[in-house]
Nanobody
Framework: QVKLVESGGGLVQVGGSLRLSCAAPISIFSSYNMGWYRQAPGKERELVAS???????NYADSVRGRFTISRDNAKNTVYLQMNRLKPEDTAAYYC?????????WGQGTQVTVSS
């Protein structure tokens, strides 16, 4: 069983910053693409940002220019740096490791942006 461990969520004021981390097993990290998703109450889970195993990043329009995804293959960790946070960024954030038809999910970490 592959376990992804997220951390870094919390409560922050509008305009603030948070950095999420997701640690993956060394056995899969370097060859898997990684993504951050979020799900707000009553809404579907949506892609926030993704990064391929080669390091190419992609972002949802709603976060482009504010969030940055990165990966450290030496630490088997993917990060999501979130700046200029807005109330609409409030959600549970989930990390996903994926390759072809194989997906692994983390347990999620809550981000709450207060106005």
């Amino acid at each position: 069983q592959v376990k992804l461990v997220e951390s870094g969520g919390g409560l922050v004021q509008v305009g603030g910053s948070l950095r999420l981390s997701c640690a993956a097993p060394i056995s899969i990290f370097s060859s898997y693409n990684m993504g951050w998703y979020r799900q707000a109450p009553g809404k579907e889970r949506e892609l926030v940002a993704s990064i391929t195993s080669a390091g190419f990043a992609n972002y949802a329009d709603s976060v482009r220019g504010r969030f940055t995804i990165s990966r450290d293959n030496a630490k088997n960790t993917v990060y999501l740096q979130m700046n200029r946070l807005k109330p609409e960024d409030t959600a549970a954030y989930y990390c996903k490791a994926y390759r072809f038809a194989v997906n692994f999910w983390g347990q999620g970490t809550q981000v709450t942006v207060s106005s």
